[in-house]
């Protein structure tokens, strides 16, 4: 499978704190984005890096892409509340235009 | 723009049964897929289309038609409904490209086979 896979399944840290959650995938990309989904909502993307980028900001939000470990992170600052929900990241291939997502990482936000 | 409109949202079906999951975009883009979403799973791809008249199959796509007569359009077809079949389905469309440009969702189906 081409599939990306998330870790840790599952996170749970206080408001305030920083979560990270990592991604492997299996073969070259042509680039990697991270969605979140909300209980029973679709998913809405939140950033795409690609694979000639290491490092990518936006808002609280720090992607980086390690290409030679086929591996990116995902890290939230100053987490909130509202932060909790489902991480995923998919993967773009150069030779294939389809999308191939992970199982997700759920993170919980403690008050 | 509504983006990604998906119907139903929710359906019962009897084993053995048909049904049609439709899903419409309006922002003109060549790429749309579906994808199911089991407890623990992730997102399955099941068929994907890159452009009108063009289909292919994704990761699971057994059990499942599709047709892409429109750019708008691009319906799931189960033939034959399964227990195993039950899940949330998701219709996603982008523009076209090695898969650079972002994925939007329809709100999700919810389909269970009984």
């Known amino acids: 499978s081409q599939q990306g896979e998330e870790d840790p399944q599952a996170l749970s840290i206080q408001e305030g704190e920083n979560a990270t959650m990592n991604c492997s995938y299996k073969t070259s990309i042509n680039n990697l984005q991270w969605y979140r989904q909300n209980s029973g909502r679709g998913l809405v993307h939140l950033i795409l890096?690609?694979?000639?980028?290491r490092e990518k900001h936006s808002g609280r939000l720090r992607v980086t892409l390690d290409t030679s470990k086929k591996s990116s992170s995902l890290l939230i600052t100053a987490s909130r509340a509202a932060d909790t929900a489902s991480y995923f990241c998919a993967t773009g291939y150069s030779s294939a235009s389809k999308i191939i997502f992970g199982s997700g990482t759920r993170l919980s936000i403690r008050p | 723009n509504a983006g990604v409109t998906q119907t139903p949202k929710f359906q019962v079906l009897k084993t053995g049964q048909s049904m049609t999951l439709q899903c419409a975009q309006d922002m003109n883009h060549e790429y749309m897929s579906w994808y199911r979403q089991d407890p623990g799973m992730g997102l399955r791809l099941i068929h994907y289309?890159?452009?009108?008249?063009?289909?292919d199959q994704g990761e699971v796509p057994n059990g499942y038609n599709v047709s892409r007569s429109t750019t708008e359009d691009f319906p799931l077809r189960l033939l034959s409904a399964a227990p195993s079949q039950t899940s949330v389905y998701f219709c996603a469309s982008r523009q076209n490209g090695q898969g650079g440009n972002t994925i939007y969702f329809g709100e999700g189906s919810w389909l269970t086979v009984v």
């Open positions: 890096i690609r694979s000639n980028e």
């Open positions: 289309s890159v452009g009108a008249g063009i289909t």
